[in-house]
């Protein structure tokens, strides 16, 4: 199995800072990762997927890049909506697997 | 508007069985690729099972090949997940999913 290494569990950011987060294969998995978007009690929210490319209404503050085993989530200018777990997910084999999520909270 | 709507969660005991149904609607579900995945209490987010859009492949997470079944009906819009044989474990919200949108989730409840 693809393990998936995403960092930092969680991290404490003001509106209007700048976010990084990352994901780490264990495998190469070429571009086949998603991002995905979830606040309490709702269901997750697709950001990326094929590593880059947006999905359709989000917004480009949200950015993916990467390829291989490394890739990385940036959000510019964090806004109060923006506050949420993110999850990576690999989609290159099977089973299909996610990171262990990061919490973003406000400082 | 895609919309993906669960039903059929509720409480078993161990070893017994529940029909996962979710109901599609806004895209062209025969044309896509379907999965059910969930999340436990407090807990990540797990792949479960997926299943081509005619239904001839399906991909299971190891730990319910023989006990969950994956299924479809196009002419219905909706997707299925057979659990049998429950375990404590597979206590979650099971979420069905598709063409990149994820429905609100449906909450299974394992325990004597």
């Known amino acids: 199995d693809i393990q998936m290494t995403q960092s930092p569990s969680s991290l404490s950011a003001s509106v209007g800072d700048r976010v990084t987060i990352t994901c780490r294969a264990s495998?190469?998995?070429?571009?086949?990762l998603a991002w995905f978007q979830q606040k309490p009690g709702k269901a997750p929210k697709s950001l990326i997927y094929?590593?880059?490319t947006l999905q359709s209404g989000v917004p480009s503050k949200f950015r993916g890049s990467g390829s291989g085993t490394d890739f990385t989530l940036t959000i510019s200018s964090l806004q109060p909506e923006d506050f949420a777990t993110y999850y990576c997910?690999?989609?290159?084999?099977?089973?299909?697997?996610f990171g262990q999520g990061t919490k973003v909270e406000i400082k | 508007e895609v919309q993906l709507v669960e039903s059929g969660g509720g409480w078993v005991q161990p070893g017994g069985s529940l029909r996962l149904s979710c109901e599609a609607s806004?895209?062209?579900?025969?044309?896509?690729?379907m999965a059910w995945l969930r999340q436990a209490p407090g807990k990540g987010l797990e792949w479960v099972a997926d299943?081509?859009?005619?239904?001839?492949?399906?991909y299971y997470l190891d730990s319910v090949k023989g006990r969950f079944t994956i299924s479809r009906d196009n002419a219905q819009n909706s997707l299925y997940l057979q659990m049998n044989s429950l375990r404590a474990e597979d206590t979650a919200v099971y979420h069905c999913?598709?063409?990149?949108?994820w429905g609100q989730g449906t909450l299974v409840t394992v325990s004597s």
């Open positions: 999913a598709g063409n990149w949108v």
């Open positions: 806004g895209f062209v579900f025969r044309k896509n690729w």
């Open positions: 299943i081509k859009e005619d239904g001839s492949e399906k």
């Open positions: 495998q190469g998995i070429s571009n086949s």
């Open positions: 094929a590593a880059s």
């Open positions: 997910l690999q989609y290159n084999s099977y089973p299909r697997t």
